[in-house]
């Protein structure tokens, strides 16, 4: 089936690491993805990860994956007020051609306070 | 990176009337488009798979001949509203796949949004 389940907020304080929780069900996602968006506005992908890694680092973000449990996290390291905003983890389902069928989960909102 | 314009911003309409929401990568070709739904406080539901040259993907449950979706160049698609509702009031979001590198990695760009809303 096609389920993929986040915790629906998190609170932290500006300067702490935030971390971010997502569960998805199809094992042949070959990437799976972050994406962030702004009140108002579309989504940015943030990072992503392929299948076979089990950790990806850029910067700030760290995204691990443990693909036994289907389980995928992104950490924010010295999460700033900018950072607020929802968070939306994704798996991948193939389409033909090469491309693949998002499916979302439905979105974390994470409060930075002071 | 790559960019994806959606037009307009943001629609108000009468219940009715058909609304059309273009959407265009603009620095890099698009065979496969995506058109997505989504209200507030939740996720993006996909509506359907647009492909250039022929004819569009919905997913189970959304009316094809409700949402037309017509993409004829690698830049542009565009999704319209037929005979809107309200309950047809959302944020419409499309994305643009871009296949790049050796391994021909997928990536889907977003566009901004389009909010409707239906009176």
């Known amino acids: 089936g096609e389920d993929v389940e986040q915790s629906l907020f998190l609170s932290v304080r500006e300067g702490d690491s935030s971390v971010i929780n997502c569960t998805y069900t199809?094992?042949?996602?070959?990437?799976l993805y972050w994406y962030k968006q702004e009140p108002g506005a579309g989504l940015q992908l943030l990072t992503y990860?392929?299948?076979?890694?089990d950790m990806k680092q850029d910067q700030r973000l760290t995204v691990l994956l443990n693909k036994k449990d289907k389980h995928l996290s992104l950490r924010i390291a010295d999460t700033q007020t900018g950072d607020s905003a929802i968070y939306f983890c994704?798996?991948?389902?193939?389409?033909?051609?090469?491309?693949?069928?998002?499916?979302f989960g439905a979105g974390t909102r994470l409060a930075v306070h002071p | 990176g790559a960019v994806v314009s959606q037009h307009p911003s943001r629609v108000i309409c009468k219940s009715g009337t058909s609304v059309k929401i273009e959407c265009r990568s603009l620095?890099?070709?698009?065979?496969?488009m995506f058109w997505y739904r989504q209200f507030p406080k939740q996720s993006l539901m996909l509506m359907a798979t647009?492909?250039?040259?022929?004819?569009?993907?919905?997913e189970q449950g959304v009316e094809k001949d409700k949402f037309l979706i017509n993409h004829a160049s690698l830049t542009l698609s565009t999704l319209t509203v037929t005979s809107a509702h309200p309950e047809d009031s959302s944020f419409y979001i499309c994305?643009?796949?871009?296949?790049?590198?050796?391994?021909?990695?997928?990536?889907?760009?977003f566009g901004p949004g389009t909010r409707l809303l239906v009176l």
């Open positions: 199809d094992s042949s996602s070959t990437y």
């Open positions: 990860i392929f299948s076979n890694m």
């Open positions: 994704a798996e991948t389902l193939p389409l033909s051609g090469g491309y693949n069928k998002l499916i």
């Open positions: 647009s492909n250039e040259g022929s004819k569009a993907t919905y």
């Open positions: 994305s643009a796949s871009q296949l790049r590198g050796a391994l021909s990695q997928e990536t889907q760009y």
């Open positions: 620095d890099f070709q698009a065979t496969t």
